[in-house]
Structure formats: C-alpha cells, structure tokens
C-alpha cells in the first residue's frame, strides 16, 4: 500500500509481514503504529527540551513490537528504550520523561497494549 501525506506530498510504503501473507517489503501498518509512538514520545520531549534549553542531541529510540493472535492478531505489547547519551539532572529528566508519556499517540493507544518504557541516561 501506499500513503501520500496531503499537505507535504511525501509518500510511504507498507506491506504485511511474510508471516501475515506479505512480502515484508517496508514497514508493516503494526511496525507504523510501533514507529509512531516512539517518534511522538521523542517529538513532545524535544519540545519540552527547547522550551527548557536542554539538549537531547544524538538521542536514540529502539522500539519492539510483541504481536498477539489471540483473541484477534494484534499488537500485544511494546517496549520503547530511549537512550539519551547528554547528561541531564535527575529533575530534568522526570520532567522529559512526563512530557514523554503524555504524548498523543500514548494517549490514543488501548489500554490491552503493554507498554513498557526505559529511559537510559548518558549513554548512548
């Protein structure tokens, strides 16, 4: 399948992974859902981190994605691991990983989804 964002034009790709009938050629729509939060969590700590002059520079995310069949094929569970190698105070980083859970997309996810978070500070 292909999306094309209206606004930008900019267009992605999905396909359904080979073990649901796909070519597992590009980002599955669960693998989107995945990607999706972890850049929101990003995107609303970076503003929180300007608006406080801090600096997330060379943070990462990793994100797994845990698929459930029954009672329907679903996202079961996510893990999402920030590594952030900038030293920041113990008071900042509650206040970025606040901001990080409060997120949209965290928000709009059921709450049947596990969802576990690690931050790792100063390391990379």
């Given at each position: 399948m292909r999306a094309k964002h209206g606004p930008s034009g900019v267009e992605i790709t999905t396909d359904a992974p080979v073990d649901?009938?796909?070519k597992g050629?590009?980002?599955?729509?669960?693998d989107l859902l995945a990607t999706s939060l972890?850049?929101?969590?990003?995107?609303i700590m970076a503003i929180?981190?300007?608006?406080?002059?801090?600096?997330?520079?060379?943070?990462r995310i990793r994100v797994e994605?845990?698929?459930?069949k029954e009672p329907v094929r679903r996202v079961?569970?996510?893990i999402v691991e920030f590594f952030v190698p900038t030293v920041i105070e113990?008071?900042?980083?509650?206040?970025l990983?606040?901001?990080?859970?409060?997120?949209?997309?965290?928000?709009?996810?059921h709450p049947d989804i596990q969802i576990k978070i690690n931050f790792n500070w100063g390391k990379n």
């Open positions: 649901n009938q796909g050629r590009s980002f599955s729509p669960t972890a850049t929101c969590m990003a995107t929180v981190a300007e608006r406080h002059h801090l600096s997330l520079e060379g943070m994605k845990h698929m459930v079961g569970s996510l113990a008071k900042q980083q509650k206040l990983e606040h901001a990080a859970h409060t997120c949209p997309v965290h928000a709009s996810l």
